[in-house]
């Protein structure tokens, strides 16, 4: 593979020291603009749970050197064969972002930059616009500090938010109602071989025209390896990818005699 | 008949909260008026024998009903034999028996048995077994605490001590004015004075307290003496008053938008304790009020509770804040922590030099204040802590849950990219509202113990009371803690039920099969349901 060299340097982006520079095409790798003390987990978690044919490619888009020079304890470390690229520039800056492959990558990952401090949402969601301009069909999730902003991505084409105070005000409320669920949760999100986890799966052939109801009673019957907790109609993007809209969880009396059809996904609780 | 013997079985056995329809509830409370009134007219009778020819329908009615529910209890007794011989049946009978025998006097002028008819008030012993089920009854006890809670924050808002001290100091000087007055003008003055009448001198004396008006004046000297003194008193009285009122305008409109103070004497119990504050306060009292369906009170304590904003009503009506350093014992002391039902320890909002080391060992010395107290029962207690590397050292405190909001990120967004979309799910999971489903766990029902996880999820599906999926069973090994078992394992599927395991399940609202004997709050009246 060949080094884009010459489209780092004619758009003004440096390669972070320790690493390599980016392969000219990069495809089905994931971007994450911006670092935060999340970075080597999410890095880690990433490799840890590749089950693609390939190898993982993750670049790490870092816009403050300076932050990035005096945090070495958030430098993900690379897991052989997975390769990570760090490079340095401005995400607001399209040219850049081509260069980082955001075109042609499965997500991009927007962190919250820690030195915009408690506003750094504006500038991740002016990111994510950035992004949506360039390839509008990429997944992107934005990770925003306050709760209150969410609904400014309500007009974006950003397709998951991970808000921090939400999540931790959620799991405050669910241990407070269900003392030790925070330990059940931990196993849920947890991603290593043979942990539990929610999931889109393909409606098998077979299930096809049937309604949920009598879906998940073959199911039950026949021992599947998943437990159908729900569905998701219309799942499939145009580029093939399964993605959850507007789930139906653990449907109730007229929903379970939905039909469903090939288009559709369950939701299933599966072991990675 | 079936579904009739159920129907009736559930109507008449005691409500106990959880499980219990409303219909069982009301069942009850009727009961409890029909007791009540039944002995009143014992009593009325006693007093005013004439009405009892007028009362003598209300009496047969009560009779009707009482025979009715005397005969329905027996019906459903496990043991018919049995059951007539039983203590409570043998009150029932007895507080039944002496009005039957009225209404068969009325009926074949046996005026004898007429003599039986204080035997109603055995009646009352019937009360005795509905005031025991008070200490399970979750609806009754809550109704009850929330009263005693509404009165004591009323009274607290508008001085309802000072005000009654002051009522009464009046009516005092008022009552010993009158008949200083009357004594002294009536035995001198040849009744000419206003006050030498006995019922005059009363409204003459408070005219003098309230108003000052002169026209009432004594004819005697010690009698002027005396309504100088009252005069004195009058202004007094209404200037502590007029300032006892403005005070409360003031203070009512200083604190028109903010929290609730705690009463001192409120005496809560199995409420939530909030110490600390930060920007998730609001959510997570929301949520939990969501999630029990606005069932307890919650406590806020920190050092600047009282300038909290108050919160939407309902919810204003629940929420109390106590001003003081959670970390001091007495400041717990008065939160009544150790009657708490949850304790919840937020991480302080950082100030410009703190660090989250800052943050969090503050979080921890609260967390140590409220859980190494010497108390009896366990409170579950819900931490949040900044930094994960703190949780090396916290979870050395037993029982007690952190939650680290970096950690869930990190792991939340990596499933983003792992399963895309897997956001919404959690979203929903960890959201209470009336339309989203949330994760449960419940005991084995009593008719799935002994079956397989295969059959129990079976059961589930065909389930059409409320929509729930089986997610995993819980065991507990003595050894070593609890163990979770996903459904989607094949081993699993083949395992059979145990009444000890329980069950997490996915349900919009915590479902109602379980047996019973615990609820979301280990059996406390701070259940959902």
């Known amino acids: ?272 | 008949m079936a579904h009739f013997k159920k129907f009736l079985s559930q109507l008449v056995e005691p409500a106990e909260g959880q499980g219990s329809s409303l219909a069982n509830l009301i069942f009850d409370i009727f009961i409890i008026f029909c007791i009540l009134l039944s002995c009143t007219l014992v009593v009325i009778e006693f007093f005013h024998p004439d009405s009892v020819d007028y009362f003598f329908p209300v009496e047969a009615g009560l009779t009707a009903i009482f025979t009715a529910e005397y005969i329905a209890r027996w019906y459903l007794a496990p043991h018919r034999l049995r059951y007539p011989f039983q203590w409570l049946s043998l009150v029932d009978l007895f507080a039944l028996l002496p009005s039957i025998l009225l209404i068969v006097s009325d009926v074949f002028f046996v005026r004898i048995a007429r003599t039986f008819r204080v035997f109603r008030l055995l009646r009352l012993l019937r009360l005795m077994r509905l005031v025991r089920l008070i200490r399970f009854s979750g609806l009754i006890y809550r109704f009850y605490l929330y009263t005693r809670v509404r009165i004591t924050a009323f009274g607290y808002r508008h001085r309802a001590r000072p005000l009654a001290v002051l009522f009464l100091f009046a009516v005092a000087v008022w009552i010993f004015g009158a008949n200083l007055l009357y004594i002294t003008e009536s035995g001198s003055t040849d009744n000419l004075s206003p006050f030498a009448e006995y019922w005059e001198s009363y409204w003459n004396i408070i005219i003098v307290l309230m108003s000052g008006i002169e026209d009432k004046e004594p004819v005697s000297v010690l009698g002027r003496i005396e309504i100088s003194l009252m005069l004195i008193l009058g202004i007094v009285i209404v200037g502590y008053l007029t300032g006892e009122i403005v005070s409360l305008l003031v203070q009512k409109w200083q604190r028109a938008n903010l929290v609730a103070l705690m009463p001192p004497r409120s005496n809560l119990k199995n409420h939530i304790v909030i110490l600390g504050i930060n920007e998730r306060l609001t959510n997570v009292v929301k949520q939990v009020d969501a999630a029990l369906e606005g069932a307890c009170f919650f406590l806020i304590v920190d050092e600047k509770a009282d300038t909290l904003m108050a919160m939407a009503p309902p919810l204003r009506q629940k929420v109390f804040a106590l001003v003081g350093n959670p970390s001091e014992k007495n400041v717990l002391d008065m939160a009544r922590i150790d009657d708490a039902a949850r304790i919840v320890v937020l991480s302080g909002t950082a100030g410009d030099t703190e660090t989250s080391q800052d943050i969090d060992n503050r979080a921890l010395t609260v967390t140590l204040a409220a859980c190494l107290r010497d108390r009896e029962r366990h409170i579950p207690t819900t931490v949040e802590i900044v930094d994960k590397s703190n949780l090396n050292y916290a979870k050395h405190l037993l029982n007690v849950d952190y939650v680290v909001g970096q950690q869930f990120g990190e792991r939340l967004i990596s499933q983003c990219v792992r399963h895309p979309g897997v956001s919404e799910i959690y979203h929903e999971l960890f959201t209470f509202t009336d339309e989203s489903n949330e994760i449960y766990f419940i005991q084995v029902p009593k008719k799935l113990i002994g079956k397989t996880v295969k059959e129990a999820q079976l059961f589930f599906l065909q389930y059409e009371k409320a929509p729930i999926t089986l997610l995993a069973i819980q065991v507990i090994h003595e050894d070593c803690g609890s163990q979770t078992l996903w459904c989607c394992q094949e081993s699993v599927r083949q395992r059979f039920l145990e009444g000890t395991e329980t069950l997490m399940v996915l349900a919009l609202k915590y479902p109602k099969l379980s047996r019973g004997e615990q609820d979301l709050f280990d059996g406390t009246y701070l259940a959902r349901h």
């Not at chain 1, 304890?73 to 607001?92: A, D, E, I, T």
């Not at chain 1, 969410?150 to 005000?169: P, S």
């Not at chain 1, 021992?223 to 729900?230: A, D, T």
């Open chain 1, 1 to 272: 593979m060949e080094n884009n060299t010459d489209a780092l340097s004619e758009n003004g982006m440096t390669v972070c020291e320790g690493f390599s520079r980016i392969p000219a095409r990069l495809e089905n790798h994931i971007v994450i603009i911006n670092i935060n003390e999340k970075l080597p987990v999410i890095v880690d978690e990433i490799f840890n749970g590749w089950r693609h044919d390939t190898y993982a490619d993750i670049v790490v888009f870092v816009q403050d050197q300076t932050l990035w020079d005096s945090n070495p304890r958030w430098h993900p470390k690379v897991k052989s064969p997975h390769r990570l690229f760090v490079v340095q520039g401005c995400p607001g800056n399209t040219d850049q972002l081509k260069c980082t492959g955001v075109d042609t990558c499965r997500t991009a990952v927007i962190l919250a930059d820690p030195s915009q401090g408690r506003l750094s949402d504006a500038k991740g969601t002016l990111i994510a616009l950035a992004i949506e301009q360039v390839s509008p069909d990429v997944h992107t999730v934005i990770e925003v500090v306050s709760s209150g902003h969410r609904v400014h991505l309500k007009g974006t084409e950003v397709n998951e938010a991970v808000c921090m105070g939400e999540l931790t005000e959620a799991l405050l409320a669910q241990n407070v109602i269900s003392p030790g669920v925070l330990k059940t949760v931990e196993e849920l999100m947890a991603i290593h071989n043979n942990a539990p986890g929610f999931m889109l799966k393909e409606i098998p052939e077979a299930m096809v025209g049937m309604t949920y109801r009598e879906a998940v009673l073959k199911s039950i019957e026949e021992g599947s390896s998943f437990v159908i907790c729900g569905y998701e109609k219309n799942a499939r993007e145009a580029n093939g990818m399964l993605l959850i809209h507007h789930p139906t969880v653990n449907p109730t009396g007229a929903l379970k005699d939905t039909v469903l059809c090939e288009t559709d996904a369950f939701v299933v609780l599966d072991m990675d």
